[in-house]
């Protein structure tokens, strides 16, 4: 007999939420960890991504605050959530605004690489839950923007993640400032890196629930290590695999080549928008919901999204670029056989990156055979699947210049003293860093970069093909977080279209593409 959020003591305001979500029966993470954290317990709970973690948290938080009622306090909170990422931060927001609103609630999002005025505004209207990152968090708190003198519940997600990036001691600051009477809930899939000690820290007596570890999910998982003789057929193949019609999610070493082969893909017929850390929020929003909207089907992306991206429906991940180490590769790989789906994992090797790529694997513990393929090899067709329709680039992206560039725009966040302003390569403040990830390459060359992914100071400007060296060492791309128009929108003068490109900075949404024909050579 199926057990229902309802037998678990969720209430009914909320459990008509999820019905009509058609969420209608818990994932084993929420099964186990709702009786306790409903309770008011706090909860160590470890589990895989995908796993269901986010409502896990989210449905004790929303019943808790509703049913004591009350209303917030401007700048006090009653709940904070914390994340890593400011996309992880919008897409939490997005699952538990509606259970909130249940209750009359609201909420809001604290994160860098935006202006701070909206958030300014926000808390001072009074909000009864904060999903926020760190660094910018510890700003406003500076500010006397925000006290966190009245949060009742604090949930810690992804907080390994935290600790990957650095974000432990801002998060350690920012939980001393919460009541040591409150709830508090911790979400981790390790507890290394200093995640056992913030455990035993600020966690009372928690209740321990594992559902699964880190790397369970790779049995979901089919893994493929393809062999490719060298840089003109690993081309062929990755846009042979990426010409499919379901989603898939291609993984680069550098910003630079993630856009560039964005671009190649798009002038190809194969619509791709691109996910790093060059881009202003306004592009990183528009190509994120363009992606999960179904708009287009290819994201190429560094590793700033392997951890912070959550998308279900993901059928391929594609390692174009093998990672530098076996915890890039499972976090990469996360992104499919999410939510109890199967996936496939593609890594794309050149004779020079064997030796690394199957050391990489064997700290993974994946066993898998390599296999010696070109663009038509059966394997490669295998995963295809049906060939989507050739798509026509419209004229503004075939125009589109290529490469990060440094870029000079003026940070609009709230200032270069609380480190807001920076990206996470100056390593000036934490807010600077939020949403990090790393572009580090497979073997050899220097090790990984954080490719700076939250409250970036340096809008991405342009470069001629080829670019600098400096691209990839970019301090960051903007805080510019406008909202530029989308692509497409009525008649442009040539300059203008041009000039929007340049400031979005990123690949175009549904609207940059027309649909004609079908794809040449396919």
């Known amino acids: 007999m199926a057990i229902h959020f309802a037998d678990l003591g969720v209430p009914q305001q909320l459990t008509t939420v999820l019905e009509r979500e058609g969420k209608l029966t818990p994932f084993p993470i929420q099964q186990d960890t709702l009786p306790d954290t409903l309770a008011g317990r706090d909860v160590l709970g470890r589990g895989k991504t995908g796993s269901g973690k986010t409502l896990a948290f989210s449905l004790p938080v929303a019943a808790r605050l509703g049913a004591k009622g009350g209303k917030a306090r401007p700048g006090r909170p009653r709940a904070l959530i914390l994340a890593p990422t400011r996309e992880l931060a919008t897409q939490i927001d997005a699952v538990i605004a509606p259970l909130a609103k249940a209750y009359g609630m609201s909420t809001t999002t604290i994160f860098g690489g935006v202006n701070q005025r909206r958030q300014e505004t926000a808390m001072a209207r009074g909000v009864d839950i904060a999903v926020a990152c760190p660094g910018r968090l510890e700003d406003l708190m500076k500010q006397g923007i925000v006290s966190l003198d009245q949060v009742e519940i604090t949930v810690l997600d992804e907080a390994d993640h935290m600790a990957d990036l650095g974000f432990l001691p801002g998060v350690t600051r920012i939980m001393s400032a919460t009541p040591a009477r409150g709830q508090r809930l911790l979400f981790s899939a390790t507890l290394d890196n200093g995640v056992d000690k913030l455990v035993k820290k600020f966690l009372n007596n928690p209740v321990t629930h594992s559902v699964d570890s880190a790397d369970s999910h790779v049995d979901a998982m089919t893994h493929h290590v393809f062999h490719v003789t060298g840089a003109d057929a690993k081309r062929d193949v990755v846009r042979a695999l990426a010409s499919g019609t379901g989603r898939r999610i291609l993984f680069m070493r550098t910003k630079h080549q993630a856009k560039k082969l964005a671009k190649q893909l798009t002038m190809d017929g194969i619509p791709a928008v691109d996910l790093h850390g060059n881009l202003s929020q306004g592009a990183r929003d528009r190509n994120l919901a363009a992606f999960a909207g179904d708009q287009v089907k290819v994201l190429v992306a560094t590793d700033v999204a392997a951890r912070g991206v959550h998308v279900d429906g993901i059928e391929l991940v594609i390692h174009v670029d093998p990672p530098a180490e076996h915890k890039a590769y499972l976090h990469r790989s996360g992104r499919t056989a999410r939510a109890g789906s199967s996936g496939d994992v593609v890594t794309i090797v050149t004779p020079e990156q064997r030796r690394d790529t199957q050391q990489l694997l064997r700290k993974a513990n994946i066993t898998v055979e390599p296999q010696a393929v070109n663009a038509e090899s059966k394997q490669v067709v295998a995963l295809i699947g049906d060939v989507a329709p050739y798509v026509k680039p419209s004229p503004v992206e075939a125009k589109q210049p290529q490469g990060g560039g440094r870029g000079r725009g003026r940070s609009q966040g709230s200032g270069r003293g609380a ?52 691209e990839s060492r970019d301090r960051g791309a903007a805080e510019q977080s406008q909202g530029h128009a989308p692509q497409g929108r009525g008649a442009r003068t040539r300059a203008s279209a041009q000039t929007q490109s340049r400031h979005a900075g990123g690949h175009a949404s549904a609207a940059s593409f027309s649909a004609g024909g079908r794809r040449r050579g396919r």
């Open 419 to 470: 480190g807001a302003g920076r990206g996470a390569g100056a390593g000036r403040g934490a807010a600077g860093r939020e949403g990090g990830g790393r572009d580090g390459g497979a073997g050899g060359g220097r090790g990984p970069r954080r490719d700076d992914a939250q409250g970036q100071a340096r809008a991405a400007r342009p470069q001629q093909a080829g670019g600098r060296r400096g």
